[in-house]
């Protein structure tokens, strides 16, 4: 059986492939969405109308699929592709919700956000009539078929910026296990993408289940709210065949009601979720936020927003970035204020690459519980398996790599991956929880003190030497005159995809910070290369970085090279250093998108630089490359510092 549905899913990602107008995994995961969620929306409905007596269906009769798509001789070709463009989504979009029915809401929100990409009827006759081989009413298919599921949305992974919208099952798995939702309780997950969490809570919940009136309560306590189309719709679908006849999803903003109006009735007893991370946040809502946490950085607004939602008692367990660990100012508050409200009892701080190849950041796993000051942070550093240097889309996390962690989790103690602090210390760092583990070279030895301090002094020397170079070269620059980029740079798409790209001499610039590499070159140039799409999801425009690149080099199709027209008139460096440090208001600031956030080369043409005189520019350049040999040798600083502790440490304790 799983064969046969693994070849049908084949086969309709080759029709797929055939029609012109899908571009890419994203588009195509759409397009069999809210197909999927049709079809199973109306197996569902002809089951409850034998079921329920005076069951009444919410979708219109024309619109079911039986109707219009199910048989296999029915409407093709261009009368197809004309009833789904002209009636079925306008219809479907406007969709009368007045009676407050939840399912009529449902369907409205999913198809107001998503789209018929098909340019071939002939080739969606053809996707419908492989779906018509399922049955969704038969529980055996609909189970197995809800494993294939699971493989499409971890697809999501490597289609570009849709990547956010999946987090790994093992990862939802371990929170879920550890946090342990209990039937009754109301369970939310806030950003919940494709709906990971939820379906895991579900499945944990089942098992609880002993009468039938428990399997409602189930349906309305595990909440969903998330604002993108697209996981919107996959997530829908998601919770359907996971046995939740209406999901009790939200289509909005998590971040868009004032904090101040959620009153005790919103409160949960669970939160789990990966909330978006690296974003700006849009529409001015961090102004919902008392004035003392407002920031545009998504993830510090949703701990707040958390803190508020979780009832006094009640139990987190989240995802959160390296960034959101550390940092001063507004950062810092709302650690301050999370650690004083609630009981941040245990950080797992998971390897770079658990999100590869979306994300390469360093994140970790926070569990807490609301209504406790927090006295002791337990840290349990994951490690790689055996033999394996990181992470990907062949070799993901795996459930089983958790079970050291939960043997432990019951009779804690400190060991080479485990070690606690207190807060006491956590107060003394400006309540930073970027934590590294002080066993990790536990064994190694840390050279001559002396020596480690002789180092020390030479960067401390270093680093007055810059200072004082600095402050002698603290120059005042003319503004020069404006121009568009497009006037004076020419700006080309690349050409190389990621997937297809071949091992080679070459640097390959891709929107992660480290460059990848190619057979073949299509630059030979000194070139500013900037991402067109945006770094992060949840209809958030962002850029994490941009790139300077120089000489032979490849370029991702998802970014544009810039590349000065005259050398003498503008240094390609100069124009880093600028977009650099303005990139939010002249780069990001032009992308548009609901479910693509990005911007065009045509956008980008537009953009007005300020260009001062070539010497002026050149000059600017060795200021700005001092300042960042002054941050090396920080850097230097806090390492040989950290050598000096451990070695002083080392001598006393051979003794």
Request: aromatic share 10%; with cysteine; proline share 4%.
């Amino acid at each position: 059986m799983s064969i046969n549905l693994s070849g049908m899913m084949k086969s309709i990602r080759n029709i797929m492939r055939e029609d012109t107008g899908l571009n890419g995994d994203a588009q195509r995961i759409e397009q069999l969405g809210w197909m999927i969620f049709l079809k199973v929306l109306s197996d569902k409905e002809k089951e409850l109308e034998i079921m329920e007596d005076d069951y009444t269906s919410p979708l219109p009769a024309k619109y079911h699929w039986d109707e219009w798509a199910g048989d296999d001789e029915g409407m093709t070709g261009d009368k197809l592709l004309q009833f789904v463009d002209q009636k079925l989504f306008p219809d479907l979009k406007n969709f009368d919700v007045s009676d407050g029915n939840k399912r009529a809401l449902i369907i409205r929100e999913v198809f107001e956000g998503n789209h018929n990409y098909m340019k071939s009827g002939i080739n969606l006759r053809r996707v419908l009539n492989k779906l018509n081989e399922l049955d969704f009413n038969v529980a055996e298919k609909r189970h197995l078929f809800g494993d294939i599921y699971e493989g499409i949305l971890k697809e999501l992974q490597s289609a570009g910026k849709s990547g956010e919208f999946y987090t790994p099952r093992a990862v939802t798995q371990f929170l879920t296990d550890m946090i342990d939702p209990q039937l009754g309780e109301k369970i939310l997950d806030p950003a919940c993408g494709t709906g990971g969490f939820l379906t895991c809570t579900i499945e944990h919940l089942k098992k609880q289940i002993k009468r039938a009136n428990q399997r409602k309560k189930l349906q309305d306590n595990v909440i969903g709210w998330e604002y993108k189309p697209l996981p919107f719709l996959l997530a829908t679908t998601n919770l359907i065949l996971h046995d939740i006849e209406i999901p009790n999803l939200t289509f909005d903003d998590s971040l868009s009601r004032p904090l101040n109006e959620y009153r005790q009735k919103d409160r949960v007893n669970v939160i789990l979720t990966n909330p978006p991370f690296g974003g700006v946040v849009a529409n001015s809502y961090e102004k919902n936020f008392p004035q003392n946490f407002r920031t545009k950085e998504s993830a510090d607004l949703f701990l707040i927003l958390m803190i508020r939602l979780l009832k006094d008692g009640g139990r987190a367990g989240i995802v959160l970035p390296d960034g959101s660990l550390a940092g001063d100012g507004v950062k810092q508050r709302i650690r301050e204020k999370w650690l004083t409200e609630c009981n941040l009892h245990t950080i797992v701080r998971l390897p770079n690459s658990v999100f590869k190849p979306y994300a390469t950041v360093a994140t970790n796993l926070l569990f807490f519980e609301k209504g406790i000051k927090t006295k002791n942070i337990w840290y349990y550093e994951h490690r790689l398996p055996e033999g394996q240097k990181s992470y990907s889309k062949t070799k993901s996390i795996r459930i089983e790599e958790f079970d050291p962690i939960k043997k432990w989790w019951e009779k804690r103690k400190e060991s080479e991956v485990a070690w606690k602090v207190s807060i006491k210390t956590i107060k003394d760092r400006g309540w930073d929880l970027d934590i590294k583990n002080p066993n990790i070279q536990s064994n190694e030895k840390y050279g001559n003190t002396s020596e480690i301090i002789t180092k020390v002094e030479k960067h401390i020397a270093n680093i007055v030497s810059d200072l004082s170079i600095i402050k002698s070269k603290t120059i005042k620059f003319s503004y020069g005159e404006k121009f568009k980029l497009g006037e004076i740079c020419s700006i080309n798409k690349g050409s190389t995809g990621i997937k297809k790209a071949k091992k080679g001499k070459y640097p390959l610039v891709v929107t992660a910070e480290e460059r990848e590499s190619h057979n073949e070159y299509q630059f030979d140039a000194e070139a500013v290369c900037i991402p067109l799409v945006s770094s992060t999801g949840h209809g958030h425009a962002s850029l994490k970085r941009i790139h300077y690149q120089e000489g032979k080099f490849a370029l991702g199709t998802i970014l544009a090279a810039v590349i000065p027209k005259d050398k003498e008139q503008i240094s390609a460096k100069y124009l880093y250093y600028y977009l650099l440090t303005f990139k939010n208001e002249l780069i990001v600031s032009l992308m548009k998108g609901m479910a693509n956030v990005g911007l065009s080369v045509t956008k980008l043409k537009t953009i007005g630089i300020f260009v001062p005189a070539i010497d002026e520019q050149l000059r600017f350049i060795k200021y700005i490359d001092k300042c960042s040999e002054l941050q090396k040798e920080s850097g230097l600083i806090d390492f040989y510092t950290d050598q000096l502790k451990r070695s002083v440490l080392q001598h006393v304790f051979n003794k």
